[in-house]
């Protein structure tokens, strides 16, 4: 805990004595020297009192703020992380190969010998029962936990029993099994308790798997939740269930700041039916049983009080945060003794100080009655300087009264000027706090970060309600990436007056997360390069499509959004050719019309893939227009006109010029001249505007450079 301000002079009580106070006769400057002397010692009784009283209360409130404020941005760093670790179990939620199994194995009741699903047309792979599809099914179950990070992985029926295991997988115990049958009632995701595993603590994530015929976009669903839920386990054919090894993210996430004081600790706890539990991964074992605390609901906060340590006797303060759509809380703890350390230095601050006051009127006094009775002039004076250095002295020690904590943490008026920075905040602005004191954000962080800070503050001010953001600020010419929380700050009559900041270095999670985005990238990369190894006449077509797509939009001045999303979506949009039969792919003659409605489907394949990716881009919508047609001619799904966005047309004109000059297994490749002729002869079919465009892209320098390399490939 820190102090709002350093102790100021005008705090202390001024003990300077005029001399001519005492002219009157002895007995009477003695009587009113008595009588001043009482007064005083009654202030110095009752102030202190009153202060250490109102103090008590404030450190309470400023402890109470932090804790809350920590707990709930380590729980927002979990839920961040849990969200993210599950979101790659959309891709098999999503598969349509798995959805059908399970609606066939959900309507066999569990009869397995019958004929099974997902067999290319025209094979013999239509009387294969389901019992022979499941050493496929497991195996592509297994090889999709192995890269997404999984330790296992279910496919579970409606009596909780697997069918579909990864390899190596344990048996489900009875809870899990439980928590999957509540899954078929619910038709909603869920969270199991930590659990101990072989390989360490780790959290199961069930998820329903739902029929192959029911709709899960564009369908009418009701606006009544209950209907909704009744609606979504009627269509819930099978769950889906998945080990999180949860350890390292566990470590990373509780392990103490490098500049957290003593006395402080995380812990997260976790509520099941056995009772209430601690879990640790530092700890053998890693999930154990605790007593002694009375949780509340659940979603509803840990409330700031005084209580036991979790697994400790020791008095602690703490206040917890839940984890969302799971059974933990974060709690955060500071040791009763550390954080009553302050007050106690409080305490002995105020009493010092009245205690040197009472020390300095009684020197003054005794001083001024040895003048009159000696008139030792010079020996009055001297005294008077000795007591203006001890109370000099005292000033200097409450200015250095201060603590060491890891968070920055400042306190800042309405109009934007710091009134308080503790140290750690003032190292890394890299400057004493007695100089940030006063500075506003444009002279601590530059005035591009100052406008960005500037608008939290407004939003804390008019909403009066806390504001909880990430930002990245240079400190001392580096980068840091800081989760910062903003509160009111109230004064004693409830009026708000500043407003009180608490910024975590949360740069380590940041840069670990940008290297899982830069891996996601040479995923995508290598889905690429699959693609054109599948069909060799597809080589560098993904490519030259994003060049031509790119340069077309920025010749038509579209936006930096929209350059970015046709870059994006033309180098993903034959990743859906890789569920395409390769003899379709392949075939040296036409295509029959129910191949052509086979290649066709690459779309949906394409956006099955893409659907839980977030690119913070339409690069979805773009990839699914790019083979419509301005006269409603196209596919997947006939739209026309305005329907389609810029992007989807830029990419449906260049994606047919790049296609006609690219040989194929059937056909040669034509002129660039030949191409654009087709596509201008067309114009009811493609826009008009980005055919201008193309044309004057390909008869440029770089377009030229981009119809080259077709030689190399």
Request: aromatic fraction near 6%; charged fraction near 20%; include cysteine.
């Amino acid at each position: 805990m820190c102090s709002a301000s350093a102790p100021a002079e005008s705090d202390f009580i001024s003990t300077e004595v005029d001399p001519n106070q005492f002219k009157p006769t002895r007995s009477r400057a003695l009587s009113r020297g008595l009588t001043v002397i009482g007064i005083i010692l009654a202030i110095c009784v009752v102030v202190p009192i009153v202060l250490i009283q109102l103090r008590q209360g404030d450190l309470e409130s400023e402890l109470q703020r932090r804790l809350e404020v920590l707990s709930a941005g380590r729980a927002e760093v979990i839920e961040t992380w849990l969200s993210g670790s599950v979101r790659p179990a959309g891709r098999v939620l999503d598969s349509e190969l798995f959805r059908l199994f399970a609606t066939e194995m959900d309507f066999s009741g569990g009869d397995i010998s019958g004929p099974g699903a997902g067999a290319p047309a025209g094979g013999d792979a239509f009387s294969a029962t389901l019992s022979e599809q499941l050493p496929y099914m497991e195996q592509i179950l297994t090889d999709f936990a192995d890269n997404a990070g999984f330790a296992a992985g279910y496919v579970i029926n409606r009596e909780g029993i697997s069918y579909v295991s990864t390899a190596g997988a344990l048996l489900m115990s009875g809870q899990q099994q439980q928590i999957a049958r509540g899954i078929f009632d619910s038709g909603t995701i869920a969270f199991g308790p930590a659990r101990r595993a072989p390989g360490g603590a780790v959290i199961d994530f069930f998820a329903p798997i739902f029929a192959a015929q029911f709709e899960l976009t564009g369908g009418q669903y009701p606006e009544d939740p209950g209907e909704l839920r009744q609606l979504l386990a009627e269509q819930t054919v099978g769950v889906l269930m998945l080990t999180i090894p949860i350890d390292e993210m566990l470590i990373e996430v509780l392990a103490p700041p490098p500049l957290s004081g003593a006395g402080e600790r995380l812990v997260l706890l976790q509520r099941s039916d056995g009772g209430l539990f601690l879990v640790d991964p530092n700890t053998l074992p890693p999930v154990r049983l605790v007593e002694g605390i009375d949780m509340p609901p659940a979603d509803a906060p840990l409330p700031f009080a005084e209580r036991g340590a979790v697994g400790r006797g020791t008095a602690v303060y703490s206040a917890g945060s839940p984890v969302r759509e799971t059974a933990w809380w974060v709690v955060q703890e500071i040791e009763t003794a550390v954080a009553e350390n302050q007050m106690r230095g409080f305490v002995l601050a105020v009493l010092a100080v009245a205690g040197l006051v009472m020390l300095a009127v009684i020197a003054a006094f005794g001083a001024f009655w040895w003048r009159l009775n000696n008139e030792h002039s010079s020996t009055l004076a001297d005294q008077f300087k000795r007591l203006a250095s001890r109370i000099e002295a005292q000033r200097r020690f409450l200015d250095s009264v201060n603590n060491s904590i890891a968070e920055y943490i400042g306190v800042k008026s309405k109009e934007g000027r710091y009134r308080y920075l503790n140290p750690a905040f003032a190292r890394a602005v890299d400057r004493s706090v007695g100089d940030a004191v006063g500075l506003d954000d444009a002279a601590l962080f530059g005035q591009g970060t100052a406008e960005r800070l500037a608008r939290s503050d407004r939003r804390v001010l008019e909403r009066e309600a806390s504001v909880t953001f990430n930002t990245e600020i240079y400190l001392q010419s580096r980068l840091h990436h800081l989760q910062v929380s903003k509160v009111p700050y109230h004064d004693d009559s409830g009026e708000t007056v500043g407003i009180v900041s608490v910024m975590r270095d949360v740069t380590e999670l940041v840069e670990e997360h940008q290297k899982r985005e830069r891996a996601m990238q040479q995923m995508v990369s290598s889905l690429v390069r699959a693609v054109e190894l599948r069909d060799p006449y597809l080589a560098g077509h993904s490519r030259r499509l994003a060049g031509f797509a790119r340069a077309v939009a920025e010749l038509l001045e579209a936006g930096s959004e929209v350059v970015a999303t046709v870059e994006i979506a033309a180098n993903l949009s034959q990743i859906g050719k890789l569920a395409v039969p390769v003899e379709i792919l392949t075939k040296p003659g036409r295509l029959s019309d129910s191949e052509i409605e086979q290649l066709q489907r690459h779309i949906q394949h394409t956006a099955s893939i893409l659907r839980d990716i977030d690119f913070e881009l339409p690069v979805l919508d773009a990839v699914t227009q790019m083979h419509e047609r301005l006269d409603g001619g196209g596919y997947p799904n006939g739209l026309s006109g305005e329907q389609i966005g810029l992007a989807g047309r830029i990419l449906g004109a260049c994606d047919v010029f790049c296609a006609r000059l690219e040989p194929r297994v059937y056909r040669g490749g034509i002129s660039p001249e030949r191409a654009l002729q087709i596509l201008e002869q067309n114009d009811r079919r493609y826009d008009a505007r980005v055919i201008a465009a193309l044309r004057r892209v390909a008869e440029s320098i770089a377009g030229e450079k981009l119809i080259a390399d077709l030689a190399g490939d």
